[in-house]
Structures are given as C-alpha cells and as structure tokens.
C-alpha cells in the first residue's frame, strides 16, 4: 500500500492548473510526477487558501509545498537543494492605463491589487502595509476575479501584482491579451524550491526524500526532460 502525500493544490498557472476543464497539470505536478516515487507515494492534492498552506505546513498536515527561500520558513519546513522553477515577479495594468513603473517608489499614487495570501519581498510589503492606511490597497482573492475587477468601467484597482508567468498565462486562457499590459519592471526574480514539513507523518526520512528528489531533478535537466515540461506551459 502506498504511502499518502498530501499537498495543496493552489491556483497558481502556470505552475500548478486546478481546473478541470484545463488537460495541464502544471510545471509544478509534471516535475513531482517524474520525481517523487510513485511506487511508495500516492501523491493527494486539496484545495486551500494560499494562508492555510502555511498552517498546515507547520502542523504537518501537508507533507509537501512548493516555496521561494524565507528564513521564517525554515523553522517549519526543509528545503530540497535544486530548484524547480524560476519566476519574475511584477506588475500588470490595464492595456489603456498610461501607468509605468521604474522604482517602487512609482507606485505612490495607485490602488493597488493584493491576491490575500500571496508572498511579497520586505518593501512591498511594507508598501502595502502604508498604503492600508489611505485605503489604497484592494484585496482580492482569485487572479481571474481580479483581472475582471482590473478591466471593469469603474476598476477596483489601478495596478495588479503578481507572478508574469501567471499574468501571462491566465490573460491568454481568458482571452484578454489585448486588454492587459504587463510591465517590464521587475520585483524580483524567485527561484522555488520543494519544501518538507519537519512535522510530517508521511516522510520518515526526510532528509533522504529531499536527496532523492534532487537527484531526479538534476537528471531530467541534464536529459532535456526539463526543458520539455517548461516548453509545454510556454516557458
């Protein structure tokens, strides 16, 4: 009997696609299904919210996450060495919106849209933080929601912050490429790594799981395996 591996399956294109409608499993799932042994792990998705992620990932009722380097995290998690994905973090704006961003400190007079949950670098945070007290930050808590809220006549925001690979995605497969600017303004480039929760049941050796993995991930890069997954999801 094969051992349950629980992890959240979150809204997040195109690294991991929860839509059944979608025949992708994202960048995400392709590489945990070459690589984690499916012979001694059934791997279980559930859908939470981004914050329960965190929570459960302490408690170990997840086993496994996906998550960029935070020195937070690492008194809950064990991080793999190899990482599985690089992502730029930026800005989209309505394709009409004359708004250009070269500092941070370019975002001064815009509202901006806040996806609950999602990880952002000390500055932005500390952005957002001061930009509560003018009410100027609009909490969302799905991308697609928040690209209708983006594009409506009276928008709820001016500014949207994201991963690009996610902006791009989503603004394909809703057919609004042509409405919607993502800037050249890089945040921040991420690199994610696979993460096991220290409390986990599943896992006994952890440590081991981890080499393993990495080993595998190193593998199918050197193999070109890699590299055909990503040219799949555009990237």
């Known amino acids: 009997m094969r051992v349950p591996l629980i992890l959240n399956d979150i809204d997040w294109p195109p690294f991991f696609l929860n839509n059944e409608e979608e025949s992708l499993k994202g960048v995400a799932k392709d590489i945990l299904e070459k690589c984690v042994d499916n012979k001694v792990y059934q791997q279980k998705f559930i859908k939470l919210p981004v914050k329960r992620t965190h929570v459960y990932m302490q408690s170990g009722e997840i086993d496994i996450s996906i998550y960029s380097y935070n020195k937070f995290r ?3 998690v064990i991080y ?13 704006v309505s394709a009409e919106s004359s708004i250009e961003i070269n500092e941070l ?3 001064s007079p815009y509202v901006i849209g806040h996806l609950s949950g999602l990880s952002h670098t000390p ?19 799905n991308v697609d ?8 006549e009276k928008p709820r925001f001016d500014i949207m912050i994201n991963s ?13 490429k042509s409405k919607v600017r993502v800037l050249d303004y890089n ?13 986990s049941k599943n896992i006994e050796n952890k440590e081991q799981f981890l080499n393993n993995f990495d080993a595998c991930l190193v593998k199918i890069k050197e193999q070109g395996q890699y590299k055909e997954i990503l040219a799949k999801y555009g990237l």
């Open 74 to 76: 690492k008194n809950f």
């Open 80 to 92: 793999s060495k190899e990482p599985m994905f690089t992502s730029d973090y930026g800005f989209v």
């Open 105 to 107: 400190n370019d975002l």
């Open 123 to 141: 500055e932005i945070m500390q952005i957002i933080k001061d930009k509560r007290l003018k009410k100027q930050v609009f909490d969302g808590y």
């Open 145 to 152: 929601a928040m690209f209708k809220q983006l594009l409506a």
């Open 164 to 176: 690009k690979e996610t902006f791009y995605w989503r603004a394909n497969v809703l057919n609004i």
């Open 187 to 199: 945040i921040k480039v991420k690199n994610y790594f696979l993460t096991v929760s220290k409390a």
